[in-house]
């Protein structure tokens, strides 16, 4: 697992504007909660965040320096623009060294689909209980070999060491389904042309005629 070491600052300013005015400055408005604490309203440097995201995972584990001393924390939840990608928000948990906490792994998938398979993939992450300072960045599967009509579950998983699962084993995650054939899509396709057809409107000698005798107040 990476751990990165980020410089916070307390934020003094909340609410659309004071988030927009953060952003401008090149930061990224956040809060830290956790253990009971009040929560803490801080802003992380944009650059820097955004490369411990890319190289660490989500689940990166961030030394911030606030206020002269260092809190440990991981990205919860983390908001971005629909359009740029960017980071709007974000919510972190304050964790200690030697805690365990729950988190979402993101599946790493490998393998080639056999054959006139089909991958239908239910779920891209699994939920696991680990070492905060340990948690893993994803988790590996290998489809190959699967035949058609194989599925992989959660407790199919082969876990890094220190991880236990905490969601529901018989989760599904992956699927190996039959591929459509050429007849298959040509059908579905047809039927799709056919449902948006337009309705015909009706003929013109079907229409009635208006009343010549009558008037519009």
């Known amino acids: ?4 070491r980020l410089s916070a600052e307390v ?17 990224i408005p956040a809060v830290i909660y956790g253990h009971g ?19 660490g995972g989500t689940n990166v584990l961030l030394t911030l320096e606030l ?3 260092d809190q440990l924390a991981i990205p919860k939840a983390i908001q971005r623009h629909a359009i740029k990608g960017t980071f709007d928000h974000v919510d972190l948990l304050a ?8 988190v979402d792994v993101p599946l790493a998938i490998s393998g080639e689909v056999v054959a006139g398979g089909l991958l239908a993939q239910e779920h891209t992450a699994v939920t696991v209980q680990a070492e905060a300072t340990h948690l893993p960045s994803e988790i ?15 407790g199919d998983l082969k876990l890094p060491q220190g991880c236990v699962l905490a969601g529901d084993p018989e989760q599904m995650l992956l699927l190996i389904q039959e591929a459509p054939t050429a007849a298959d899509l040509e059908a579905t396709e047809g039927e799709s042309i056919e449902e948006a057809a337009p309705a015909e409107s009706p003929a013109a000698e079907d229409v009635p005629a208006e009343d010549e005798g009558s008037t519009t107040e």
């Open 67 to 69: 206020e002269g001393e």
């Open 1 to 4: 697992m990476s751990e990165v």
């Open 37 to 55: 604490d009040n929560p803490r309203h801080v802003s992380l440097p944009e650059r820097e965040f955004t490369a411990a995201i890319r190289h």
């Open 11 to 27: 934020r003094s300013e909340f609410g659309k504007g004071g988030a927009r005015r953060t952003r401008r400055a090149g930061k």
């Open 95 to 102: 964790v200690r060294r030697g805690e365990k906490v729950t």
């Open 140 to 154: 590996a599967v290998s489809i190959e070999s699967l035949e058609i009509g194989s599925h992989i579950t959660a």
